[in-house]
């Protein structure tokens, strides 16, 4: 049996090596190493797989969510509704602009960020919401565009882990997450369901003004060259990242099925076990792209089960052990706990297994068995 990996991207990268070894000989040889043309073909790329207007490449996904909020124009005082249970990078920037975070709880089987508990947060200082899609599943986009309209708030999408997920409306139209809110944003980190082989990101809108403004604000602010309109910033993709993502951008929706495929198995595997909760799918087929395949565990001992794993050389990961409202940076005395019952509960369930595109049926088997031996 190949070694089990969280994510696997040596056998990954065995796959694609003569064409992706090509492309970065090429930019070698070409010595276009920032904004060559390799960076715009992807942007096109992403541009048509995504369905939306303006892709806009930068740094990292960090950068980009803080450079969509940047775009938005978001002031100082702001407020700025996420959730509390996601990676900190979501409330780092906000808080880093000087705007204020309302982290609110999340729903208990999807793990996204709960409708009803943004509504009770709106104040007449909330300017934006920011829904992560996590673990790879679309958030409730249909109430979370509502609640938008009604009261006047922008929607930044938070892609990072759910590039390629299908959101479903009412109407039966299908759109691909990181295209419904206002602005969305993504990460290219080399362990994401699309990940390079470094840093990358990107920023996606259908708005052509904001798309412009943001093309200045990842540009030193700069229109026109050498004029500083606006404080902006330098994020970059750069050219080797491009090829590689350009030639991973043409498996992603291969790469999706494949951890669908190994979501399927795990499930099947795993979901009679009464100390097991497998993941709900809330919406249909395509709306979950599996970045993590995380369980909850009742009614034993998880962290134990997460040694036990590892002392069988079985990865795995607890996403996430704290929720970000206890967290030293972003602990806040406007916080009441008892808003926050299903995080502080999930912080203490969840345990994420290997979740790759090369996981095979013998690797999921062992997983299952070795998790189960310790739970019957
Ligand atoms: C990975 C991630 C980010 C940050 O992306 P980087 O490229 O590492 O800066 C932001 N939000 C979420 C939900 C993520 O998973």
Known sequence: MRKI????????????????????????????YINGPAVKTFQTNLEQYLGVKHVIPCANGTDALQIAMMGLGLKPGDEVITADFTFAATVEVIA???????????????????????????????????????????????????????????????????????????????????????????????????????????????DDDLAHIIRGVVNHGMYTRYHHDVVGVNSRLDSLQAVV?????????YYNERRK??????????NDHPKIETPVTSGDCDSHVYHQYTLKIIGADRDALVQHLQQNDIPCGVYYPIPLHLQKAYADSRYNEANFTVTNQLVKEVISLPMHSELDEEQIQFICATLRSFLD
Not at 98 to 104: A, E, F, H
Not at 185 to 199: E, R, V
Not at 245 to 253: A, F, S, V, Y
Not at 261 to 270: G, K, N, S
């Open 245 to 253: 993502l350009n030639e991973k951008l043409k498996l992603l929706d």
């Open 96 to 206: 880093l602009l000087g705007l204020s975070p309302v982290l609110v709880d999340v729903l208990p089987d999807s793990f996204n960020i709960d409708p009803d508990a943004i509504e009770k947060a709106i104040t007449p200082n909330t300017k934006a919401i920011v829904p992560v899609h996590l673990f790879g599943q679309v958030a409730d986009m249909e109430r979370i565009m509502e609640i938008a309209t009604k009261h006047k708030l922008y929607v930044i999408e938070d892609n990072a882990q759910g590039i390629g997920a299908n959101f479903t409306a009412k109407d039966g139209t299908k759109t691909k997450t990181g295209g419904i809110g206002h602005v969305g944003s993504t990460s290219f980190f080399p362990s994401k369901n699309l990940g390079c082989y470094g840093d990358g990101g990107a920023i996606f809108t259908n």
């Open 261 to 270: 495929w190994a979501a399927i198995r795990y499930t099947q595997l795993l």
């Open 5 to 32: 990996q969280m994510v696997d991207l040596q056998t990954q990268y065995q796959f694609i090596k003569p064409q992706v070894d090509a492309g970065i000989q090429e930019v070698l040889s070409s010595a276009q």
